[in-house]
């Protein structure tokens, strides 16, 4: 069984935008998964690892089923959006 959103994005999705530790999430929405996913331990690992760990894949198949493979290309966008706007952070 396959995650239903009722959306893509949403007003936290464009809070997080402009800050990357942006603390809160919308459960229906898509953008807001997505962003969780690449702020998550399993993402971590996985890329610790170099490769999906057992936790990551079971909770990409949860959250995204047979759409997994596409929802991990946008976490990993995501994942490099949030870390390039903490880099800018850190930088001022």
Aim: aromatic content about 10%.
């Amino acid at each position: 069984m396959t995650f239903k959103f009722q959306r893509d994005t949403c007003d936290y999705c464009k809070s997080a935008k402009a800050d990357p530790s942006w603390p809160l999430y919308r459960s229906q929405c898509k953008g807001c998964a997505i962003r969780a996913l690449a702020n998550s331990p399993s993402f971590h690992q996985s890329s610790v690892d170099g490769a999906l760990t057992q936790t990551y894949r079971d909770a990409l198949s949860l959250v995204f089923g047979d759409g997994w493979s596409a929802a991990h290309k946008q976490i990993k966008k995501e994942h490099e959006r949030i870390k390039e706007l903490r880099h800018k952070g850190a930088a001022k």
